[in-house]
DNA sequence: CAAACAGTTTAGCCTTGGCTAACAATATTG
DNA sequence: CAATATTGTTAGCCAAGGCTAAACTGTTTG
């Protein structure tokens, strides 16, 4: 009996109104994070592309990798997977360029990236903070929240 | 030359209000990013334990696993790791338990960990969904950001 | 237009964090 | 107290995401 132990309390006094989540809730939790971290990276990639196409007109794999502060040999390697994906489409030795599936993805995190920054813009976290937070937190960041901090956001911006 | 294109306006129109950061801060963020996974995990097993010894009196290699929803064998060898860092001691077949160095962590972790979940929930944010967006979040938010979510919290409980 | 430079790719290595299967130790119970 | 069930460990596999070094392609320029 590993779990659920009913003596529980005789061994250390129960903290109120802090328990420990169910197992099954609890172990949910974990698994959204660990699921969370396999799409992450992907994203990320795929969004700074977005990004560079938009802002740049291309998307080189030196740019990547500067940006993203990691060797130009990472980033082929990335580049390999996200075309096995159908994320984007490349010809060697030139520019990258998404597919539908990949504008769509590279729109959806962008939009999440927006609202989580302007958000903590909006809480009052200096830019250069909210920059680093927001791109560590966007993708753990549910629907849910998400429209409630865009609400937040709007809200702040009236006042 | 790869970066910092003059001609970017000719090939793309500007997006005002909008531009990438310069390239130095954006690698900054994923740096930052990059560095918070690798101790991230560790976190949440030092944290988990930590709960488990407050709450349950023990904290065994089989709750882990049925916790974090993952195989013992898992477990047992990050268990190890744990161990060469110095963070837990373990007699084998034994419950675990938190060094000095352990508690620090596990006290900072989950500190850091309630900010956030108190935080979404004064947001507005319904209590499961809560749950599970923290767990994932806690990582990511700087001690700028978290004082802030604080003073929030606290600001809301007020009215 | 050849040489030099910048950008890209490939090969091969490493660590992490998962897994299953097989085995070992401890606890529970008929 | 022996049999069974639970718990823990070990071995060996895999994929992901880093790295460096070396080879290759494309571009720029003397």
Redesign the pocket.
């Given at each position: 009996?590993?779990d659920s132990n009913p003596n529980a309390s005789l061994t250390a006094p129960s903290i109120p109104g802090d328990a420990l989540p169910p197992v099954e809730q609890h172990a949910q939790q974990y698994a959204t994070v660990?699921n969370a971290?396999?799409t992450?990276?992907?994203e990320d990639y795929v969004e700074l592309i977005g990004d560079l196409l938009a802002h740049r007109g291309e998307a080189?794999?030196?740019?990547i990798?500067n940006r993203?502060?990691?060797?130009?040999?990472?980033?082929?390697?990335?580049?390999?997977?996200l075309n096995e994906l159908e994320l984007v489409t490349?010809k060697?030795?030139?520019?990258l360029f998404l597919t539908e599936a990949g504008q769509k993805m590279a729109e959806t995190s962008r939009a999440r990236h927006d609202i989580v920054l302007h958000f903590l813009r909006a809480l009052g976290v200096r830019d250069a903070t909210a920059r680093i937070d927001a791109e560590g937190m966007e993708h753990h960041v549910s629907d849910e929240t998400l429209s409630i901090m865009q609400r937040f956001t709007e809200q702040q911006q009236k006042n």
């Open positions: 009996m590993t660990r971290h396999e992450e990276l992907i080189r794999a030196a740019d990798a993203m502060a990691v060797s130009q040999a990472t980033v082929s390697k990335m580049i390999r997977r490349s060697p030795y030139r520019s």
